[in-house]
């Protein structure tokens, strides 16, 4: 289980996180949907420390950390449990698919070379790149790139993997072949907090979905509760205008 209580983060005077709670159960998919500057990828990178907090507490699994006063031992840990995906993929380009995916088990894991190879390739394999091990970032399409860092994700095992906007820089066309791989992450199992304007995907695979503004939790609940019956009229907002289709009384 993941849990998030009271986060606070704040850039100069801009406050982007306003006390936030979340709680995440094991296995559980949740979506975080809300507008540009509505603090839900400011959220991920906090629970795994790419941003540090103001104010706050995490526990996940049996590890409990004050966001303000956390140590690099604590953060280290909550590293170790986590995994992130990235909008631009974050790969290096001077380093195969099979390498990129080695990289964190070796350096960050230490896991032996052959091991970590092992692993890699099983990872590569789920995700649908068996033969591209050997080939370079500027020899792959942006949704194979993509898929790389899933499967790097995926090789370290982690209890939760946090997706920032997965899809936000793929072609359209390259954009299902990406959202296949994570639903089929999300059918064995595996803890997941994505942040996507998917809302076909959010629909299908959440378990639950978050609705931010205005760095705010507005509403949660069911894919079918947000999406076919939202309580709250900001949520009615943002939905008919990433879906004009829909027809709520605001």
Known sequence: MIEVKGVHKAFGKNEVLKGVDVHVNKGEVVVILGPSGSGKTTLLRCINFLEKADEGDLLIGEKYVDFKHASKKDILEVRRKTAMVFQ????????????????????????PKRE???????????????????????????????????ARALALNPEVILFDEPTSALDPELVGEVLSVMKKVAKEGITMIVVTHEMSFAYDIASRVIFMDGGVIVEEGSPKDIFSNPKEDRTKQFLKRILPDLSYSI
């Open 116 to 150: 970590a190879e092992e692993i890699s390739i099983k990872m590569l394999d789920k995700v649908g790149l068996s033969d591209k091990y050997h080939a370079y970032p500027c020899q792959l399409s942006g949704g194979q790139q993509q898929r790389v860092g899933i």
């Open 88 to 111: 631009s993929y974050n790969l290096f380009n001077n380093k195969t698919a099979i390498e990129n995916v080695m990289e964190g088990l070796v350096t960050a894991r230490k896991v």
